[in-house]
């Protein structure tokens, strides 16, 4: 039987050591003392069962791939950082088809992902040293499996966004529905969106061709580059989220994308565009719609201008919007038919918005209407007379519907710094 002899002591200055066997033996793996705990290097993907304890901080040297038939288990309360690094030299998790994580955190033990530069430590929520808006200073967590999206060219599966297009473990998509890819919860993915190329950034959580069967649930991203959460086709539900202070989009639904989000929080940031954007089907299979529910969404505004928009329906999208709450955003905010497509499809009824509510108290113009805030943009510009809106969404000065957010109370750093009183 093996013993590993190991140093388990704190330092402020980092001290690298070998962990061997008793009688001198192999190299087992170098980990280094970092402050409040031992680091270990992570330089080489995962093809076997592999487990990431909770005692030790685990430092993504490059892009690690969970392989096709293996399984990652990270317990509770452990924290993982992403070294710096952008294009092909861009630090991330993938989980490929066939590939599983099980990163099952818990309300006092959240699991952590975050950049080397933040000197968190084990046992603490909030970065004592990073601002909550400091992007791409690593990669993201990429999981994708064999779930079926509607493609370019009717492919059957397809390159994800944000991992270079000669590396084949970056393909999503299949026929498998109900494909399991692991379990997350609660988890917190913080200061990532590496750029790998132009406009080719990597989301705080990516989910491409993931199936019903996987469980994701208490998720939080904070300040990344690119979008928060995207799906990318796939079925899989997704419940108690949070996205704070993202660089683009803070939910992004793609390629005919067919699950629920349920009960989510969006705070926005100075450098945010939508709240949701939702783009449809890229192939001839057109016949899914995704749920979006009970959602309260902060936006940010300057004395009533820029902070993003609402809502901008896309590129043929079917979708279901449903009792959620907008507050704080701009004067010139709106939710928006983007084209054509998405205009037949609203008043065809596969564009369902119900329950919306929206504050607009804090602006000068105070006076908005729902009119004002729902916008056609093709070219009839009529699909608000064709089918008149639901009588549910309104303007209001106190919401009845919205997210509850003590989902999201004591394991996240949106709570800790106090942005949840608003809520």
Known sequence: ???????????????????????????????????????????????????????????????????????????????????????????????????????????????????????????????????????????????????????????????IEGIPADDTRGLYGGTVEDDYSGEITYISIRHGGSNIGEGNEINGLTLGGVGSKTLISHVEVVANQDDGIECFGGSVDVSNAIVWNVG?????????????????????????????????????????????????????????EGGGEYIDFRSNVRAKIADSYFFNFSADSDVELDNEGVATNYVDGKIIMTGLQFDVSHLSEGNLSVADIFVDKSDAKDAFSRAQLDATNQVVTTATVGADKSAFSGWTWADASGELSDF
């Open 1 to 159: 039987m093996r013993k590993l002899l190991a140093l388990a002591v704190t330092l402020s200055a980092a001290l690298t050591f070998t962990a061997c066997e008793e009688d001198g033996g192999t190299v087992i793996e170098e980990k280094e003392v970092l402050e409040g705990g031992i680091g270990v290097a992570v330089n080489s993907d995962i093809t076997s069962n592999t487990t990431w304890s909770s005692d030790s901080i685990y430092i993504l040297q490059s892009r690690i791939v969970v392989e096709s038939g293996a399984t990652l288990t990270i317990e509770p309360g452990t924290i993982v950082k992403g070294e710096a690094g952008s294009g092909a030299n861009a630090t991330a998790l993938i989980v490929a088809r066939g590939g599983k994580l099980m990163a099952k955190g818990t309300a006092t033990k959240p699991i952590i992902f975050t950049s080397v530069a933040d000197k968190i430590t084990l046992g603490q929520v909030a970065s004592p040293n990073l601002s909550n808006d400091l992007v791409g200073l690593w990669g993201g967590v990429i999981i994708l499996g064999n779930a079926s999206g509607s493609f370019k060219g009717n492919v059957e599966s397809f390159q």
């Open 248 to 304: 683009d989009d803070a939910y992004d639904m793609d390629q005919d994308y067919k699950g629920t989000i349920d009960n989510f929080i969006f705070i926005g940031g100075d450098q945010t565009d939508h709240a949701m954007e939702l783009d449809g089907p890229e192939g001839d299979a057109t016949d899914a719609m995704f749920t979006l529910k009970n959602g309260s969404l902060k936006g940010w505004n300057d004395d009533g």
